[in-house]
């Protein structure tokens, strides 16, 4: 098992906590009891931005899952990314309540990136897989396998975030982006993947495997 550095607070959200804590402070110091308000308001930002430390599996060829949510679409179709290649969806929906940053679901180097800007219906929503503001990633792992995680923003969501490019070598569980509020995630696995969720089941990210690898 690969051991990260999990921030426990996102990286991404330490300038708002900032903030909010300064309102809270500036309230307190204000209104006295009824800042209270406030600093519930701050906590909500502490849960948004958690970002705790997960299990990755190191059983062959698992795919761990890259997000936090409740699987809203399984089944095959084409790759939109890869032409002329049929693949395995996984589609999982992120509400304000889930861990929102994205993990790699199983290590490889990194092939391709792809960004398109878009519009930002419910994630919730299959349309919002061709639609949305997305963000793809390609990993080809040391298997030769080809999979891609696609974070795609949300009906709330105005910022996707991705630090791999091109060329990086990834791990499983690695820590590789962020979304901000309500989003989702599409994953696209070869065909034959052994599938190991459910439709409507809740996954975690990292903690929990999607599926398992086709052996070469």
């Not at 699987?71 to 990314?81: K, S």
Request: charge should be positive.
């Amino acid at each position: 098992m690969d051991s990260f550095n999990y921030p426990i607070l996102a990286r991404e959200g330490r300038a708002h906590l900032l903030i909010a804590v300064t309102c809270g402070v500036l309230a307190t110091w204000l209104f006295g009891y009824w800042s209270i308000i406030v600093w519930l308001l701050i906590g909500l930002v502490c849960q948004f931005f958690r970002d705790p430390k997960r299990r990755i599996s190191d059983q062959p060829g698992a795919i761990v899952s890259p997000a936090s949510g409740k699987i809203v679409a399984l089944g095959e179709t084409d790759n939109p990314y890869l032409a002329g290649v049929k693949s395995l969806k996984i589609s999982i929906f992120m509400n304000v309540f889930s861990v929102h940053s994205n993990l790699i679901p199983m290590g490889g180097a990194i092939r391709q990136c792809w960004y398109q800007r878009g519009k930002f219906f419910n994630a919730a929503l299959d349309k919002a897989s061709r639609a949305n503001e997305r963000n793809a990633i390609w990993i080809q792992t040391e298997q030769g396998a080809d999979i891609v995680s696609v974070q795609i923003a949300g009906l709330i969501a105005r910022r996707i975030l991705s630090y791999v490019k091109p060329g990086d070598m990834v791990k499983t569980g690695q820590r590789y982006g962020f979304i901000r509020f309500g989003s989702r995630v599409d994953v696209y696995l070869p065909r034959d993947t052994r599938v190991a969720v459910q439709l409507g089941q809740r996954v975690l990210s990292g903690n929990d495997i999607i599926g398992f690898c086709p052996k070469p």
